[in-house]
């Protein structure tokens, strides 16, 4: 027979297992969103780009968000200013092996562009960075790797639209 003190205790002890259950959820799904805040703080002044930027970021699979969250070198930035460059480019690492930089520079003029355009042209610069600029399997073409990997995360550019 339990002593009320008993029952108290596990009633509180599921109180408290509840709550931190509900804490820890939280810190998970805050987590990425928290830590996409440093990839999209580049676009502030850009808010078009920049919600472009994030929904692209939100829609990758667990393993690349993790790929990029768990790597500190992984950077987006947003450039103006060099003429002669397309919509966006990939800064590949320096070194071999990852060493160096992984960082994604999306022009601001994308911010003109159509969104499925837009989304398109981010989620392929982030497929290099996911497959460090290399080929996707039997795709040893870095472009079509990029284009193949962006499209089966639901990206796709349609260039007659
Ligand atoms: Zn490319």
Not at 68 to 79: A, K, Q
Not at 97 to 115: F, H, N, P, W
């Amino acid at each position: 027979m339990l002593s009320d003190h008993t029952r108290w205790s596990r009633e509180r002890m599921s109180e408290t297992i509840s709550r931190f259950e509900r804490t820890h959820e939280n810190t998970l799904r805050e987590y990425p969103l928290m830590t996409f805040a440093a990839y999209i703080e580049p676009f502030a002044s850009h808010p078009v780009l920049q919600r472009r930027v994030l929904h692209v970021l939100e829609s990758l699979p667990d393993e690349v968000q993790r790929d990029f969250l768990d790597d500190p070198r992984f950077r987006v930035e947003i450039d103006n200013y060099i003429p002669g460059v397309g919509w966006s480019f990939w800064m590949p690492p320096p070194g071999v092996d990852g060493q160096g930089s992984r960082c994604v520079i999306l022009r601001s003029k994308l911010a003109e562009a159509s969104e499925s355009f837009a989304h398109y042209v981010i989620a392929h610069e982030f497929a290099h960075a996911f497959l460090r600029n290399g080929g996707w399997g039997e795709i040893t073409d870095i472009e079509q790797a990029a284009d193949a990997l962006a499209a089966s995360w639901g990206f796709v550019h349609y260039p007659n639209r």
